[in-house]
């Protein structure tokens, strides 16, 4: 079933911006760090930021200096606010948290439904 719950996509001129969110249950938020993956049409998903639970992050290089990954962790939820946007950042957005399972003895990840962002003219 769903596990994390996200919001926030849509369609936006090239050089605009969207804030996408993301609500997990705290027991998989506050176990560790959160992530934004990407995947556009016919490409593999892609990772694009990632957060700690005390607010370390990391970037794909595509990213740097236009989206900002944060978390609030008394509401359980991850951010990302992408700003310049451009055609190639089109793409269905989800939210990840991968954790270790003690039930399947193994690692798991956890998905949002995804959320649509569009960049167009």
């Known amino acids: 079933q769903v596990q994390l719950v996200e919001s926030g996509g849509g369609l936006v001129q090239p050089g605009g911006s969207l804030r996408l969110s993301c609500v997990a249950p705290g027991s998989i938020f506050s176990s560790g760090a959160m992530g934004w993956y990407r995947q556009a049409p016919g490409k593999e998903r892609e990772l694009v930021a990632t957060?700690?639970?005390?607010?370390?992050?990391n970037y794909a290089d595509s990213v740097k200096g236009r989206f900002t990954i944060s978390r609030d962790n008394a509401k359980n939820t991850v951010y990302l606010q992408m700003n310049s946007l451009k055609p190639d950042d089109t793409a269905v957005y989800y939210c990840?948290?991968?954790?270790?399972?003690?039930?399947?003895?193994?690692?798991?990840?956890?998905w949002g439904q995804g959320t649509q962002v569009a960049v167009s003219s």
């Open positions: 957060i700690t639970f005390s607010s370390s992050t």
């Open positions: 990840n948290a991968r954790r270790y399972r003690r039930d399947i003895g193994a690692i798991y990840d956890y």
